[in-house]
């Protein structure tokens, strides 16, 4: 069955610090992923996505993504936490083509001065 | 673009109250979602359309639940009796294609 697994509930980490938040998936075929952010009260805005090509993707706000076949991971990733970078980070796996869409469980960043 | 537009922010109702939640889609965008957020159950899928017609509704959760889309610009969720259970925020999200959704600030529905 298609799932999409963040083990990690919430991750403390200091500013400046640098960030890597998990994400594995089960899917059956080529997987379309993404990464979303929610801050408080607001909806989910798309940080990155990865359809084919280049496994290490670039996104808004310096975060980067890496696709990783063999280990089913498309982890993300900055270097440099930003304490604006608090919230919640969902990663979803959909198809290409139209059909379910699968979000993971979400994974709740604090970030400490 | 606006982006997806969502009313109300806020909903507070009776249980046994009729809901009535609206969204209106990002011009030109084909698919439309409707998603429940908990903390118990995280983020639900309830249905999604496409150009206008209802694709897969098995995440909607009961008969007290519809959804409609009469036409591109503007679709409705509705809680027909509303129960206790059903509060949550309720996020619509639209996509030009399926994959890339683009969601909405969402309705915090409180039934009491």
């Known amino acids: 069955a298609q799932s999409v697994t963040q083990p990690d509930i919430h991750i403390t980490v200091s500013e400046g610090a640098s960030l890597e938040l998990r994400c594995n998936y089960s899917?059956?075929?080529?997987?379309?992923l993404f990464w979303y952010v929610q801050s408080p009260g607001q909806g989910l805005q798309l940080l990155l996505k990865?359809?084919?090509?280049?496994?290490l993707v670039q996104g808004i706000k310096g975060f980067e993504a890496e696709f990783k076949r063999s280990q089913s991971s498309f982890n993300l990733r900055k270097p440099s936490v930003h304490w604006s970078d608090a919230a919640e980070y969902f990663c979803?796996?959909?198809?290409?083509?139209?059909?379910?869409?699968?979000f993971g469980t979400g994974t709740s960043l604090t970030v400490i001065p | 673009d606006a982006g997806v537009i969502q009313s109300p922010r806020h909903e507070v109702t009776e249980m046994g109250q009729e809901v009535t939640l609206r969204c209106k889609p990002i011009?030109?965008?084909?698919?439309l979602f409707w998603y429940r957020q908990t903390m118990m159950r995280g983020l639900e899928l309830l249905i999604y359309?496409?150009?206008?017609?209802?694709?897969?509704d098995s995440g909607m959760p009961e008969d007290r639940f519809s959804a409609k889309m009469p036409n591109a610009s503007f679709s409705t969720l509705k809680i027909q009796p509303s129960e206790p259970r059903d509060s949550a925020v309720y996020f619509c999200?639209?996509?030009?294609?399926?994959?890339?959704?683009?969601f909405g600030p969402g309705t915090r529905l409180t039934v009491l």
């Open positions: 999200a639209s996509s030009l294609w399926f994959n890339e959704q683009f």
């Open positions: 899917y059956g075929a080529t997987p379309y």
């Open positions: 990865y359809f084919s090509g280049d496994t």
């Open positions: 979803a796996v959909g198809p290409n083509t139209g059909n379910q869409f699968y």
């Open positions: 011009s030109g965008h084909d698919y």
């Open positions: 359309f496409n150009n206008n017609v209802p694709i897969d």
